[in-house]
């Protein structure tokens, strides 16, 4: 038997290409209660705020924009990390093609 025991992704930005317009979602793992999540967004796009019945990390890959978390608002850049408790509101506005990743962690 030949079973995975591992995922690897050299560059994790380059997974995702943002587009002109509009925001892409792709799911690149969903294993051990840990669902990985690699969002791309056009410049100008926007994730309302919201909030996840999860725990969650958002990890800013490439691009700008601003984080709102809290009642509070951040700058977002490349090597920006959030962690959230499940129930946090939170958005995403995106000032140039952005690319971030959403892990969701056990509840």
Do not use: C, K
């Not at 919201?50 to 958002?58: Q, Y």
């Not at 939170?90 to 093609?97: F, G, K, V």
Request: no cysteine; net charge negative; hydrophobic share 45%.
């Amino acid at each position: 038997m030949n079973e995975r025991t591992h995922t690897l992704f050299g560059d994790l930005a380059a997974e995702a290409t943002p587009p002109a317009r509009g925001i892409l979602s792709q799911t690149l793992s969903d294993a051990d209660g840990v669902e990985l999540v690699l969002f791309a967004m056009a410049a100008g796009e926007r994730l309302s705020e919201h909030t996840s019945a999860r725990p969650a990390i958002v990890h800013v890959l490439s691009g700008t924009g601003e984080l709102g978390v809290g009642g509070e608002t951040y700058e977002a850049h490349p090597g920006t990390w959030l962690r959230m408790a499940a129930g946090t509101p939170h958005s995403l506005a995106a000032a140039t093609p952005l690319v971030f990743a959403l892990y969701l962690l056990p509840a």
